[in-house]
């Protein structure tokens, strides 16, 4: 049987290959399973963390962090509850002779409340052109035509979803970037999508400078089903890669060409060079 007792210990001697290993200790922690082999008199014991310890102070972090997090959500959403609340005064006793006064404090009440500009003047000139029409006549008129431009606002636009590429064939597409902003991955996911629309597609794995980036737009092609053209030696650059696969896109009737290129800074200039002989193939 062995007991759990409570120790401050300020270091714990480890083994590892017959080397000791010091490893400082400021928290208060008891015995655990630790191996101590020390010859015949070598014991084992039971070390667990104190409630003070790493783990604990790990998690009442994460714990403070997340709570924090959806404090400031529900704060900000009474912060716009609250500085709307000033729309139910200012339509209470509403007259004509009010409206651009009246219009002026909501366009205030609605940047306040983090709407911005260009939507708080919209929604504001949409309610004194109404208002001016005689089609608003009182503070309750006005709220609900509020009400329903905030909402018309809110909800998605209809419509068709599907890409419009143009009547010309192939589209390209050319997907530019700076480095690790997941161009390639992207790629893989719109030639996905395009395949299950109908579309024939080709994939060209214009990234010549990032090692392994055709093989990966290569895995890409074959999870979606798509053809790819890749350099054919470690000289040849991506105007040249882009250009061939443009022209085996014309020759075998593809619908889409997706392009890969690499990553790089609008500071870099032979780089934006070389995108600038990419796009004018």
Not at 29 to 45: D, E, H, K, M
Not at 72 to 90: H, Q, W
Not at 184 to 212: C, H, I, P, Q, Y
């Amino acid at each position: 049987m062995v007991a759990t007792v409570p120790l401050r210990l300020t270091r714990l001697v480890s083994y590892h290959s017959g080397a000791p290993i010091l490893l400082p200790l400021s928290e208060s922690v008891t015995y655990g399973s630790l191996w101590r082999p020390c010859g015949a008199s070598a014991s084992r014991f039971r070390c667990s963390a104190g409630q003070t310890g790493f783990f604990t102070k790990l998690g009442r972090l994460i714990k403070e962090k997340a709570k924090s997090d959806v404090e400031k959500i529900f704060n900000g959403f009474s912060k716009t509850r609250s500085n709307l609340a000033v729309v139910d005064e200012l339509l209470l006793y509403w007259n004509l002779a009010d409206t651009d006064r009246v219009l002026d404090e909501l366009e205030e009440a609605l940047l306040v409340s983090d709407f911005g500009p260009k939507i708080s003047i919209k929604i504001v000139d949409s309610l004194r052109g109404d208002i001016l029409a005689g089609k608003l006549k009182s503070g309750n008129e006005i709220k609900e035509a509020l009400k329903g431009s905030i909402l018309n606002l809110l909800k998605r636009k209809g419509g068709k979803a599907e890409l419009q590429l143009g009547f010309r064939k192939p589209a390209v597409i050319m997907v530019v970037g700076v480095n690790g902003g997941g161009k390639t991955t992207s790629l893989g996911k719109l030639a996905w999508r395009l395949k299950n629309e109908g579309a024939k597609v080709l994939m060209a794995a214009g990234d010549t400078f990032r090692a392994a980036a055709s093989e990966q737009l290569e895995v890409w092609a074959e999870r979606t089903d798509s053809e790819i053209v890749v350099a054919e030696g470690d000289t040849v650059k991506a105007p040249s890669v882009l250009s061939q696969a443009v022209k085996r896109a014309k020759e075998e009737g593809y619908d889409i060409v997706l392009c890969d290129t690499s990553g790089r800074l609008h500071t870099n200039y032979s780089l934006m060079e070389e995108l600038v002989a990419c796009k004018t193939l």
